[in-house]
Each structure stands twice: as C-alpha cells, then as structure tokens.
C-alpha cells in the first residue's frame, strides 16, 4: 500500500532559526493537506495543496506542493515558542480514494 | 458553533467492558470519521461514513463497530475492551470526502484499558 514517510520524526530549534518538514510519498498524490498538533490537543488543520509546484504561504509558514505532487515541505522562518508542536501530512490518493494517509508526523521542541 | 463534540474526554475500562464514544458535528457536515492516535503511530483511521446511513472500514477495525445515527452524530463503540485499545480516540468531519478538504477535529477521548 501506499507509504508516507515525513522527516524528521523530531526537530529541536533555537527560537529564531528555521524550520523545514518534508513529505514524501512512492505514489502520485491528489492533493495534501498540512495539519498542527499542539502537545495535548487535537490536529488543526493548516492548509492544502492540490496543483503541481503550488506554493502557499501563511505569514513565516510557506507550503510547497512538488512537481510531481510525490512530495511537499512546511517551512516556518524564525520559530517562535508558540510553534510547537507536531506537524502532520496527510495525502490523498491520485484517483479514487475517499481517505487520507497521514504521515508520522514531525515534532518541532523550540528553545527560548 | 461548537464544532465537534467527543464525549467522554476521558474513561478507564477494564478488560472486557464495553462503552460508546460519542461524536456530534454541528457544521452540516456529510462525511465523519474516528481515529485513534498512538505514540509513534501517528493517525490511523478506524471508521469513516461518508454520508447519513454509509459506514466504511478504515485501517484498523477490529475490535470496534460504529453507527451514523444521523447527519450530525457518529459513534464508537467496543463491544469487549481489550488493552491494545488503548489510545486517543478523535473524531472528525468535513463537508465533502476526505482528500478534497479540510477535516475538523473534536479535542479527543482519551481511553485507558487495564
């Protein structure tokens, strides 16, 4: 079956530096959503990509679809306390598939 | 609007007990789903319905049976706990299918079998 891989699994930052997510996926993708995950909480979702080499930002948060839609990244500039969290892909299937195959998840620690 | 609401946030059980998890949406939503998160395990879909009267298996069903009751209410139930079982539990809705957009999640029911 289909497989995402996220990487890293952990991300341990200075509040100021940058941080990268990426997703991965052996199949061609329908779309990908992006979701948070505060420690404790539920998943809330961020955003979603479905055209070829789409690029989205959200103030210091930029998604990018791959052009080939097999992978995307979440990039955050200058981290902040408040970023962290675990962050989630979660892919749709190119064709027929009404579920989505979520990823392990990335989990960002932010240093003051 | 209150979203999605999961009831109980939180239950212990012991081996061979049953319970119902509750879910209600009040966005209108068609499709819902349950999930269960573990540690290092990510989300793994249990049940989904995609609309009023619909249910369909997930990835991981067994030991858990569930019923769209109506449009707005989608349930959980373990007919006989086991430990493996567990977990966090969400449930979640979006107006369309899954892949097509956003899913809103409940703040989750955190279950513990001994």
């Known amino acids: 079956g289909q497989q995402v891989m996220q990487i890293p699994q952990y991300q341990h930052v200075q509040e100021g530096e940058d941080f990268t997510t990426y997703c991965n996926s052996s199949t061609t993708l329908s779309n990908i959503q992006w979701y948070k995950q505060r420690p404790g909480g539920h998943p809330v979702f961020l955003i979603q990509?479905?055209?070829s080499g789409e690029v989205k930002k959200q103030k210091r948060l930029t998604f990018q679809f791959g052009e080939a839609k097999k992978n995307s990244s979440l990039h955050i500039t200058a981290t902040q306390t408040t970023d962290v969290g675990t962050y989630f892909c979660?892919?749709?299937?190119?064709?027929?598939?009404?579920?989505?195959?979520w990823g392990l998840g990335t989990s960002l620690a932010v240093n003051p | 609007n209150a979203g999605v609401t999961q009831t109980p946030k939180f239950q212990v059980l012991k081996t061979g007990q049953s319970m119902t998890l509750q879910c209600a949406q009040d966005m209108n939503h068609n499709s819902m789903y349950w999930y269960r998160q573990d540690p290092g395990m990510g989300l793994r879909l249990i049940y989904y319905?995609?609309?009023?009267?619909?249910?369909d298996k997930g990835e991981v069903p067994n030991g858990y049976n569930v019923s769209r009751l109506n449009k707005r209410e989608f349930s959980l139930r373990l007919e006989s706990a086991a430990p493996s079982q567990t977990s966090v539990y969400f449930c979640?809705?979006?107006?369309?299918?899954?892949?097509?957009?956003?899913?809103?999640f409940g703040e989750g029911s955190r279950l513990t079998v001994l």
């Open positions: 979640a809705s979006s107006p369309g299918q899954a892949n097509t957009g956003e899913l809103f």
């Open positions: 990509l479905v055209k």
């Open positions: 979660a892919v749709g299937r190119a064709g027929n598939n009404r579920k989505l195959i």
């Open positions: 319905s995609a609309s009023e009267g619909t249910t």
